[in-house]
């Protein structure tokens, strides 16, 4: 009797700890790995993991391991539908397995990448409550902690409806033409602690071929579907490398910014030791073909190394030096668009440039210095295999010297306003037959500036006095010339510098004042002899003087702003025989922005332009009215409208021009998701119509033209 009751009770106890448990609550204690540690960094996306659970009444559970201590009671829930595993907002249940008070992620399923919030929830009492969350940081299948791809799209469909032509006006011969124009792209961002890789790839479509990006060079064989442009950045620690477009060198007289296709790298440490170097394509490319930019590398190329490194950076003078090397050639380039005969180049450099600055940042220098030997060497496709005369190398320095130095900063004056000024001049020289193939430098101009920028209070301008002349190397057949230019500006703005000093609040109603002079004298310095140049005397040697004056003042009225500019200059020719060709030209002009409301906007402006022909007696009138009108509602749809007219003739009555222009744009800025778009953009419609009537009495022509064109954008971005 005593055995039954013993085993009744036993029964009894089991069935109420199994009715406990399938009806308690869980709490999270821990997330870990397939070998039971603690998972605190990044995993991989299909890596298995565990979340351990403890019931949060129950003490007879270990809240370590979720294991029951009681060798008597072993119950088990196995309901996956009393949880809900959220990885962010996506719901990741149907991943897991329960068992055991464990829920298991299966292996053979990838998570997205990224860093995570992971979500637990129970089911209690018909409502779902969070039991648990934990931070869950996931690796891309590639291993990395971040990765991203982004693909760009934007289409284009232009269209000419109509155009009217009267009168003597020749017609296009495509009065009417739709066009489609398409850019597509992808960039993409991997990184890791220390390791970043990024990419961008651009595509260019069009349905006209003429418009293709190859066409200059391919004419009818260029493909409608090409490759404009793309480049690869790995950046490792200190290091980085570019493959594709890229652009490299920083010296202005030898290799500057050049952007090219092929490889370069970038080496700089903490104390900016510097070490780069670049492999690229002798020309311009683009296209799928050259992918790399190697081919036909051994006549077409641009090597080049470059190095810097800080000099006496913990001394009061701190100096940084940086050296480039250049080796470079390409071949004749043959452009059927352009009538010029092009020959083959060969060019070689050093380049230095020094940077200077004492530590309180008052004085700053730089000098650039570039040496270059050029040559044109033996060409088949011009030379077509006869024998040319040869051509010397030659080679030729240039320089670039830039100084500035803060005179006076931030000086209290007797009279209360702050005083600053900064002090700065240029001499650059190139010689004769200076060339490289990496840089524009103007050869045979040596240029002279200083100048000075200052402030008093609100008060602030800038002089400048400028020279420059060409024949460095004084030729007695080649003419001589010299360009001087005296500039000087100031601008004050009344309503700061009148402030009302009781409530120290500008004084709107008075205007910011711009005030500009420039005069340039261009002239000769040597008067070439008949015999050796052909000249005639003085009557060829120029000289001229252009004196430019400038006002504009500007009204800013809380939301609103008014501007009014007037324009003057003078050209004076001192020419003997040309003593009377002298232009003077008056330009008055308004401009009105009114932000009638938050979303509502308009802009009005009026000008009137006089050009004085005093050898010819004329005075040519250009007068101008535009309007335009801006609205833009909260969800991204927008509309503008702008007119313009303007007409021009003059006092001889020779010509009339009258012109029309009308524009209306319609634009609505697309979100993810709007629209049933799985991309962020924008799509727009524009209108246009252009009017033009021509009379021209010296010639007795009448003619009208007029355009209406319409173009379709839709741009997209993930």
Do not use: C
């Not at 199994?18 to 204690?29: N, P």
């Not at 700089?268 to 050259?290: H, K, T, W």
């Not at 057949?477 to 500006?489: F, I, P």
């Not at 833009?632 to 503008?640: E, F, N, R, T, V």
């Amino acid at each position: 009797m005593n055995k039954k009751l013993m085993t009744l009770r036993v029964a009894i106890l089991i069935a109420s700890a199994q009715t406990t448990l399938a009806s308690s609550q869980f709490e999270l204690t821990s997330v870990v790995d397939e070998k039971g540690r603690v998972i605190e960094g990044w995993v991989d996306n299909n890596q298995p993991f565990t979340l351990r659970l403890k019931q949060s009444n129950n003490p007879a559970l270990d809240s370590a391991n979720g294991e029951q201590r009681s060798p008597i009671l072993k119950p088990q829930i196995t309901r996956i539908n009393e949880f809900r595993i959220n990885l962010g907002d996506t719901d990741i249940s149907s991943l897991f397995e329960f068992q055991n008070n464990r829920l298991t992620k299966k292996a053979e399923i990838p998570l997205p990448h990224g860093e995570h919030l992971l979500t637990i929830k129970q089911k209690w009492n018909n409502q779902w409550i969070t039991i648990g969350e934990a931070n869950l940081s996931i690796l891309s299948s590639a291993g990395f902690k971040q990765a991203a791809w982004t693909p760009r799209l934007e289409l284009n469909i232009n269209s000419q409806l109509d155009e009217q032509v009267t009168g003597d006006a020749t017609p296009s011969n495509k009065p009417t033409f739709t066009e489609l124009t398409a850019s597509i792209g992808l960039s993409s961002h991997h990184q890791n602690d220390d390791l970043t890789i990024e990419s961008n790839f651009n595509l260019f479509a069009v349905s006209n071929r003429e418009q293709a990006i190859q066409f200059s060079n391919k004419s009818r064989n260029a493909t409608k579907l090409d490759l404009s442009d793309y480049s690869i950045s790995i950046n490792k620690g200190d290091h980085q490398i570019v493959i594709g477009h890229t652009s490299y060198g920083n010296n202005s007289l030898l290799i500057d910014g050049l952007s090219r296709r092929g490889v370069s790298w970038h080496f700089q440490n903490e104390d900016q030791l510097a070490f780069n170097g670049a492999i690229l394509s002798g020309s311009d490319l683009v296209g799928y073909n050259n992918f790399f930019g190697f081919s036909g590398y051994s006549k077409q190329f641009v090597n080049s190394l470059g190095f810097g490194v800080n000099m006496f950076s913990e001394n009061r003078i701190s100096v940084r030096l940086e050296g480039s090397y250049l080796d470079a050639e390409r071949i004749s380039q043959n452009d059927f668009g352009i009538g010029e005969i092009t020959s083959a180049e060969k060019n070689q450099g050093l380049g230095i440039k020094l940077i200077a600055s004492d530590s309180e940042g008052r004085l700053n220098a730089d000098l650039v210095v570039g040496l270059s030997q050029y040559t044109n060497p033996d060409d088949l496709a011009l030379s077509l295999g006869e024998q040319l005369v040869n051509l010397d190398t030659e080679t030729a320095l240039a320089h670039n010297l830039n100084l500035s130095y803060v005179l006076v900063q931030d000086w209290v004056t007797p009279w209360g306003p702050i005083a600053t000024i900064n002090l700065n001049a240029n001499h650059s020289s190139a010689e004769p037959l200076y060339q490289t193939l990496t840089a524009f430098v103007q050869a045979n101009i040596e240029n002279k500036i200083v100048g000075a920028q200052y402030q008093f209070g609100h008060v602030s301008g800038n002089l400048s006095v400028q020279s420059s002349r060409d024949n460095l190397d004084n030729i007695v057949s080649l003419l001589t010339t010299k360009t001087k230019t005296n500039s000087a500006s100031v601008g004050i703005p009344l309503p700061s510098l009148l402030m009302d000093e009781e409530n120290q609040e500008a004084i709107t109603w008075l205007p910011n004042i711009d005030i500009n002079y420039q005069q340039t004298h261009q002239f000769a310095i040597s008067s070439p002899e008949q015999s050796n140049s052909g000249f005639n005397d003085n009557s060829h040697l120029p000289d001229q003087v252009t004196d430019s004056y400038d006002i504009a003042e500007s009204w800013q009225l809380e939301r609103n702003s008014f501007s009014l500019q007037t324009s003057f200059n003078k050209q004076d020719n001192r020419q003997v025989g040309r003593e009377q060709a002298d232009f003077s030209n008056l330009l008055h002009s308004a401009n009105f922005n009114y932000q009638q409301n938050d979303t509502t906007s308009w802009t009005f402006s009026l000008s009137k332009n006089r050009q004085n022909d005093i050898e010819n007696k004329k005075i040519q009138y250009a007068d101008s009215v535009a309007v335009s009108y801006n609205w833009q509602s909260i969800d991204g749809l927008a509309i503008s409208f702008s007119y313009g007219l303007s007409k021009e003739d003059d006092s001889l009555n020779e010509s009339r021009n009258t012109a029309t222009t009308a524009d209306l744009a319609l634009i609505k800025n697309l979100t993810k998701g709007e629209w049933w778009l799985p991309a962020n953009g924008s799509i727009s419609v524009r209108v246009n119509y252009n009017d033009s009537q021509l009379i021209d009495n010296v010639f007795d022509q009448r003619n009208t033209q007029g355009t209406t064109t319409a173009l379709l954008s839709l741009n997209l971005s993930l």
